[in-house]
């Protein structure tokens, strides 16, 4: 079956600019979970959803947001981009309600750069 | 608060040497662990996982760990690495909310 499909690869943008990630899960898989991953921090958790409705937050400031829809796909969203939020996004779903606690399936990213 | 440290930043080996890449956890709840590797410009894949049960867990690509409860320890471990072992690799534990907190990463690196 298909995995997990992450949408667009690569995107360069502007600081003050705002954008859209789009996720796809697994066929089956409720959960959709988003981290953000950058050589400084590493893997930081931003956000989980499961069943349309947002379940968990991370630490991020409001700029940061995203919503999940009723066949599960996943979109997040960076307003008023910042230097700083130049990453790779990832996204990974996991079935049920369980979140990570049995493991999650990852895509393969989104490279985002600000500049 | 949950959290994970991997005590190597980088582990260089030669070509069929054995490897270990080290792991300690702190956790309050039921400990569920994990190995991802991450190859560049891609996601992390799962290389295996403790949940319960047997403390010896085998994953894919000659992968093995030993989850140490009185050591707080999740060693990963192969016999005999290869080239294509080549990567980064995150150790990660389950934290109270079910989502997964991730070590630093250890940049694993085969040498011919």
């Known amino acids: 079956k298909a995995g997990v499909t992450q949408t667009p690869r690569y995107l360069i943008k502007t600081r003050g600019q705002q954008v859209t990630l789009s996720c796809s899960p697994i066929s089956g898989h409720r959960s959709v979970s988003w981290y953000q991953q950058t050589p400084g921090q590493g893997l930081q958790f931003l956000f989980e959803y499961f069943s349309e409705t947002q379940r968990n937050k991370g630490n991020f400031p409001g700029r940061f947001s995203g919503r999940q829809f009723s066949n599960s796909r996943s979109e997040m969203n960076v307003s008023t981009l910042e230097l700083g939020d130049s990453a790779l996004y990832l996204c990974a779903s996991s079935f049920g309600g369980t979140g990570g606690s049995y493991g999650y399936t990852f895509g393969s990213g989104t490279r985002l750069t600000v500049v | 608060a949950q959290s994970v440290t991997q005590l190597d930043s980088q582990v260089p080996v030669f070509e069929e040497a054995p490897v270990e890449l080290r792991c300690n956890y702190s956790s309050s709840v039921s400990v569920y662990l994990f190995w991802y590797v991450q190859y560049p410009n891609q996601g992390l894949q799962l290389l295996l996982k403790?949940?319960?049960?047997?403390?010896l867990v085998k994953g894919i690509n000659g992968f093995e760990a030993e989850f140490n409860k009185s050591q707080t320890s999740f060693h990963l471990r192969k016999p005999s690495v290869h080239i294509s072992d080549t990567a980064e690799y995150f150790c990660a534990v389950n934290d109270d909310t079910d989502k997964l907190i991730f070590g630093t990463g250890t940049r694993l690196q085969v040498f011919p």
């Open positions: 403790y949940l319960s049960g047997s403390t």
